[in-house]
């Protein structure tokens, strides 16, 4: 079992920046892909981006790449995700997710019910 926490979250203006952080308990961390979803007022959870347990692959969004980028440090059992020039309609809860499998493609990744694992969500607020 895989408990996962974020943090990380809060106010920001519009074209900030800011960094999430979600650590994982367990061991074998560097075995697990980890993946990031939003979630805003009234929508569905939507996928942001995902990372391989060596770092060796990452899909994104297209709508988030070149803005959002994604890593983690296997030695601490953590994934970021860095968010640059923020807009207001990246106003969301922020999830991050994990299974004990490599990472395939986006389509595979951006696919909710692949995820084993989530955390209780950051919330994320881009102000004007």
């Known amino acids: 079992q895989v408990q996962l926490v974020e943090s990380g979250g809060g106010l920001v203006q519009a074209g900030g920046s800011l960094r999430l952080s979600c650590t994982a308990s367990g061991r074998s961390f560097g075995s697990y892909s980890m993946g990031w979803f939003r979630q805003a007022p009234g929508m569905e959870r939507e996928f942001v981006g995902c990372i391989s347990g060596g770092s060796t692959a990452e899909f994104y969004e297209d709508s988030m790449k070149g803005r959002f980028t994604i890593s983690r440090d296997n030695a601490k059992n953590t994934v970021f995700l860095q968010m640059n020039s923020l807009r207001t309609e990246d106003t969301a809860v922020y999830y991050c997710?994990?299974?004990?499998?490599?990472?395939?493609?986006?389509?595979?990744?951006?696919?909710?019910?692949?995820?084993?694992?989530w955390g209780q969500g950051t919330q994320v607020t881009v102000s004007s």
């Open positions: 997710a994990a299974k004990a499998s490599y990472i395939l493609s986006t389509v595979v990744c951006g696919t909710m019910t692949w995820w084993d694992y």
